[in-house]
């Protein structure tokens, strides 16, 4: 089906039925190593496009779940690349592909990708931890990341306590960050 050029992927990934066929495939256990770099090529240039869809977000999310490493630091490099992690990280939709970034590389310690990744958020943590959607993420990265990538963030909580204790998303915040802190 991804080779077949009468099948247009772009418009299958954000239908509202097509989305499914997409994942239901990315799901297939043991699938062809060739298959997921077929993937993994149309996704480029296109995952912030994807990722702020409604039903594209859901192949993101899956495609974080099932590609190889390398293949979701390419994804996430891009995101970087054009200077879109903020905006997904505002976006109904796009928040949950970060949230699965994080929950699906959070322990990739040894990844620079990641590591600018997490730079980014924290340089926009308390922003994030007073939004509607992106104050998920912050919370996802207490729970998943490994403990050296949210050290700073950790440090900024706290000395922001009191805002973010008053704040209708920022507690919640700071109960994950209380609940899966290491030190």
Known sequence: IFKNPNICFDEMV?????????QSILQIPNLD??????????????????????????VMQTCFEVL?????????FELLAENQVKDCC????????VQK????????VNSKVMLAFINVLEG??????VHEFSCRIVQRMFEYCDASF????????????YYLSKDEYGIFVLSAMLDFATD
């Open 14 to 22: 954000v239908d509202l039925f097509g989305n499914y066929v997409i």
């Open 33 to 58: 190593a060739e298959y997921m770099n077929v993937v993994s090529s149309k996704i480029r240039r296109r995952v912030f496009k994807y990722s702020t869809n409604m039903h594209g977000c859901r």
């Open 68 to 76: 190889p490493a390398h293949q979701k630091e390419e994804m996430l």
């Open 90 to 97: 505002f976006n109904f939709n796009g928040n949950h592909v």
């Open 101 to 108: 970034i994080i929950m699906t590389m959070g322990k990739y």
């Open 124 to 129: 926009w943590i308390i922003d994030f931890s």
């Open 150 to 161: 949210v050290k700073v963030s950790g440090e900024t909580m706290l000395r922001n306590f």
